[in-house]
């Protein structure tokens, strides 16, 4: 290969193998034929003649625009760039105490968060003296989990990580 990378798909000149199988302008095979004379094809047509399978025996070539099928390519790979998200964790921190205005704000927000895809990581803080009443904080877990209803997945558990409460949401799969 000559200028091209081995991404790219060959053309023209940089095709080195003696017969080749070649398919036409319009998508009909024409058969193999010696690389010259699939050359001086396309060439008579006014267009480029593009290895499409290299690994084929005799590699499969097209007769076709090539700066227009390159283009085809990269908003192909666009599209599809776009379409795939990827999935971030947000975190949402509540106390054992939190008052039942913020509650409601925290739930609305974790709500958004699942509805665009996103895992939650619910966090609940334990200051002073409130290690000794966990189960606040248990029930604080439960009851999260009971208002988010049937449109999630715990991934994991509450559980005690040192003065935190910690437990991972998912949407749930549609």
């Given amino acids: ?20 199988r070649v398919i036409g302008s319009d998508g009909e095979m024409i058969g193999v034929l010696s690389r010259d004379e699939a050359l001086s094809l396309a060439e008579d047509e006014g267009l480029d003649l593009v290895e499409i399978q290299p690994n084929a ?19 192909k790979a666009s599209i599809a760039k776009k379409k795939t998200r990827q999935v971030e964790i947000k975190e949402v921190k509540f106390r054992p105490v939190t008052d039942e205005g913020d509650y409601q704000i925290k739930m609305r927000k974790m709500r958004e968060f699942l509805a665009e895809g996103d895992k939650i ?5 334990f200051r002073g003296r409130e290690m000794s009443h966990q189960e606040l904080g248990r029930e604080m877990a439960q009851r999260i989990e009971a208002d988010l209803g049937e449109d999630i997945v715990i991934e994991s558990r509450p559980r005690l990580e040192g003065r935190q409460m910690v437990m991972m949401i998912a949407p749930k799969k549609k």
């Fill in 57 to 75: 025996d005799p590699p499969v070539c097209r007769v076709m625009d090539f700066g227009k099928f390159k283009f085809e390519a990269q908003k």
């Fill in 1 to 20: 290969m000559s200028t091209t990378d081995s991404k790219q798909n060959r053309k023209n000149q940089e095709i080195r193998v003696p017969r080749v």
């Fill in 121 to 125: 990581k619910v966090n609940i803080r």
